[in-house]
Structure formats: structure tokens, C-alpha cells
């Protein structure tokens, strides 16, 4: 046993039951979520970008895991503003198990091209205030697992209002011009795989998304855990 389990046992966050994050009675908690195609948001069997959509410096994909209810919500949810980003660990894990499905055979193709890990960046008061970027974790989580490299391309330079509840025309206007590209030690990838924790309107990953292929990055595949 680790010595932190033995102190600080875990408890699922469904049931309370110690072991575990998420006990397997609280597994089916969890729901797989479809995927759909970033532009339009219909459904999408593979996430991949319908071939009638088209938007200007829009994602080229999008791959999600788990609908943003129950169980992977509140993991979520703790780690965000209960701050135990340990939660993400655990999430991903359970993520992993569903990856080897057909849906996600786009997303596997796409990695097979060694993109570079950009994780949506948090506002420096932000991040000072919470003393890390999930995203930069489930990012540097996945760069292990897939031998990919990670790199903050981008700055967050607007420090946004909080977008929880508002409109998708809210979070568009509120994420106009909110990032910039970061000073490069290297040249622009040419694919980027694009991390954030949830995708709600999907108006945070679209304006990444226009700011690296601005900047000249020509594929972009969005990686979320829920919507």
C-alpha cells in the first residue's frame, strides 16, 4: 500500500467506499458520450469534421469520453474547485479502457502522426489562484502514455469571465483575441493535439484552435475528457 493511501485512504466520490476514486459498483455512474463533428456539433461517428462544414481556422476533430453527468462530473468538478487534482489521474485510467473502440480509430490515425501536445492555458491570475492547469496535467498525462511531446504554444493573455451558465454568444464575444502564440524555440508544429477538460459550447477549443492555425499549424484534433 502507498504510504499517502494508508493516511489519506481514497473514497469513491460516488459512494464514499474507500479503495478507489470510483468503485466499481459506481462505475456504471459513468456514461460514454457520443461523439460529434466541431463544427456543427451533430453527431459524428469517428468526431471527425463533416466534409460539408466548413470554418475558417476551425478543429479538424474532436474525440470525448465521457458525458459531463454524474460520476465524471463530479470528478471533475473536485478538481477544478476543490482542488484535488489527483481526481484526474483516476478519470483518465478510466479513459484509457474505452480508447481501443472503434470511435476513437480517427483519433488513433491522427496520433500516429506525432502531434505536439497543447493544453488550453488558464489566465495567470487564474492559475495563481489555483495553483495549477488541469488541462496542462491531463496533457502532460497523455504525452506519457503516447510518447508525444507537450509544449505550451499558447498564452492566455484576456483573463475572461467566468463562462459556467452563460450563452454560447457570451463565450464567443468573451473569448475574442483571449489568446496569443507563446515565443517559439522551435518552428510551429504542423499537428497539434488540443487538450481541455470539458467541451460545453466547444467556443474555448474553436478560438485555440484559430490562433494555432494562424500561427501555421495545419491539423488540429481536439482531445476532451466529457461534454
Known amino acids: 500500500m502507498d504510504l ?3 493516511f489519506f485512504p481514497k ?26 463533428c466541431p463544427i456543427c456539433r451533430r453527431n ?13 481556422w476551425g478543429l479538424d476533430g474532436l474525440s470525448c469520453f465521457w458525458a459531463y453527468e454524474g ?7 473536485k478538481t ?10 483516476e478519470l483518465i485510467a478510466q479513459s484509457a479502457e474505452l480508447i481501443d473502440r472503434p470511435e476513437y480509430y480517427e483519433l488513433w490515425r491522427f496520433l500516429e502522426q506525432k502531434p505536439t501536445i497543447v493544453p488550453v492555458p488558464l489566465h495567470p491570475q487564474r492559475l495563481k489562484t489555483r495553483g495549477f492547469n488541469q488541462s496542462q496535467i491531463i496533457g502532460e498525462l497523455l504525452g506519457k502514455s ?4 507537450v ?4 498564452k492566455r493573455v484576456k483573463n475572461t469571465l467566468q463562462q459556467v451558465g452563460k450563452s454560447k454568444e457570451f463565450r464567443l ?46 491539423q488540429i484534433w481536439g482531445l476532451v475528457l466529457a461534454r
Open 4 to 6: 499517502l493511501d494508508l
Open 11 to 36: 473514497k469513491c466520490v460516488g459512494c464514499g467506499k474507500l479503495g478507489n476514486y470510483v468503485c466499481e459498483a459506481c462505475k456504471i455512474g459513468m456514461w460514454e458520450e457520443e461523439q460529434i
Open 44 to 56: 459524428s461517428r469517428y468526431g471527425s469534421r463533416h466534409k460539408y462544414c466548413h470554418q475558417a
Open 71 to 77: 460520476i465524471a462530473k463530479k470528478l471533475i468538478y
Open 80 to 89: 477544478k474547485y476543490k482542488f484535488f487534482y489527483d481526481y484526474l489521474v
Open 146 to 149: 503516447f510518447d508525444l511531446p
Open 151 to 154: 509544449e505550451n504554444l499558447l
Open 173 to 218: 464575444k468573451n473569448l475574442e483575441q483571449a489568446f496569443q502564440i507563446t515565443s517559439l524555440k522551435s518552428k510551429v508544429p504542423k499537428s497539434v493535439l488540443l487538450i481541455d477538460d470539458v467541451w460545453t459550447t466547444g467556443a474555448t477549443m474553436s478560438e485555440c484552435a484559430r490562433t494555432l492555425k494562424q500561427a501555421g499549424v495545419k
